[in-house]
């Protein structure tokens, strides 16, 4: 027999938007089909689902299926020329009067973000002009003209080595916010959804960052030319251009930051390691519950078929992923027995099948920072069956 209709979300609940879902009257986003079939969730539960359409929510591309034509209020975002439409969703992610400093700051940052992204996948490289100039060290117009390729491009890796500076002190604020007391975990992303959204954001950016930096090889073999190229030129007395850009001892650190596979995880993770020290006053639960909880609901949104059937967009998907890889490797690093021991509140086998479930191609490098980024896989402590299943 069909369900009787749902009933109206409680005054209580801390929503502070209400109106349409995607099409949706709000109300009935409490009333999604529960894991079981015919049980409906309870509004208290259905508090944790109303997060997991905020933290999928996009500000280009598409989201959640409604199976109804948009709002006539929904927001248009173009991207590169192609028109798309975002769903008008009942959580718009606005930041209340008590988030608004820090989400201001953090906004400053996310806005760079796809410029950042952008940049990094159009780089090219200078690898054939350095090429011809290391074949022909005489020919003194190779050498010129191979130091006038790489000079612009260090340029550009010293923008992303430093919009990485900018991120760590991006996380770090909305780490304060969302773990600090008296809240719980939960609580704080409930609260704070303005600020969790930017979280999953700040997630988003590094997997896809460190996705295309680890498929770029001329990143490292630019730089290493370039430094090699400037202490020659120091021996000799020659004038450099591009020197007072890059001194040696930025030159230093960011020669460690591209050293790393994922270099911008890694800056994170310290970040978040960094954080917990500095904050010993602060139960580490609060930190790790919260990494825990997000990382829950985006495994529940994509290997239920109710949830994950509502995305119109593939970038949706991935987005889901990357976030949930994201809090895997910070919780990893944070708590002290790691995410992959039996006491572990991330479901790491849960975790890793949804991302078994997807196209090989398009996970590969997700796998692999949980193989190669995390810090307990290889741990006695964890199972045979995780370790097999990240082979």
């Given at each position: 027999p069909p369900l009787p209709p749902p009933p109206p979300l409680p005054g209580s609940l801390p929503l502070r938007h209400r109106g349409r879902c995607g099409g949706l009257p709000v109300p009935a986003v409490a009333a999604f089909p529960a894991p079981v079939p015919g049980l409906?969730?309870?509004p208290q539960r259905s508090r944790l689902h109303l997060l997991l359409l905020l933290l999928l929510r996009r500000r280009r591309g598409g989201g959640e299926r409604s199976g109804a034509e948009p709002s006539p209020g929904g927001s248009r975002a173009t991207d590169r020329g192609t028109r798309t439409e975002t769903p008008a969703l009942a959580i718009d992610a606005q930041p209340t009067e008590s988030e608004k400093e820090i989400y201001n700051q953090v906004n400053v940052v996310l806005k760079d973000a796809e410029g950042i992204l952008e940049d990094l996948q159009s780089y090219r490289g200078a690898g054939h002009e350095i090429r011809e100039a290391i074949q022909h060290p005489s020919d003194e117009k190779l050498q010129e003209k191979a130091w006038g390729a790489v000079i612009p491009l260090v340029g550009k890796l010293k923008k992303f080595y430093e919009f990485s500076q900018r991120l760590e002190a991006a996380l770090r604020g909305l780490l304060g916010a969302l773990t600090s007391t008296p809240?719980?975990?939960?609580?704080?992303?409930?609260?704070?959804?303005?600020?969790?959204?930017?979280?999953?954001e700040i997630l988003h950016f590094t997997l896809r960052f460190d996705e295309l930096k680890m498929t770029n090889p001329a990143i490292q073999n630019d730089f290493s030319y370039y430094r090699r190229t400037l202490s020659r030129m120091r021996i000799n007395n020659v004038p450099a251009e591009g020197e007072n850009e890059v001194n040696n001892e930025l030159a230093n650190r960011m020669s460690l930051f591209y050293a790393e596979a994922t270099p911008m995880l890694k800056t994170l993770s310290d970040a978040t390691t960094k954080f917990v020290s500095e904050n010993k006053n602060l139960p580490i639960e609060n930190t790790t519950d919260c990494l825990s909880t997000m990382a829950s609901v985006c495994r529940v949104m994509l290997e239920t078929p109710e949830y994950r059937s509502r995305f119109t967009n593939e970038e949706t998907v991935s987005f889901c992923l990357r976030v949930m890889v994201g809090v895997i490797i910070l919780y990893d690093h944070v708590h002290p027995v790691g995410a992959f021991a039996k006491t572990s509140k991330i479901d790491m086998k849960g975790c890793i099948k949804v991302l078994k479930d997807q196209?090989?191609?398009s996970v590969e490098g997700l796998l692999n920072a949980l193989r190669y980024t995390t810090k307990?896989?290889?741990d006695e402590t964890t199972s045979k069956q995780i370790k097999s299943m990240l082979q």
């Open positions: 409906p969730l309870a809240y719980s975990p939960t609580q704080h992303l409930e609260r704070e959804q303005a600020l969790a959204k930017q979280f999953a196209p090989p191609n307990h896989l290889n």
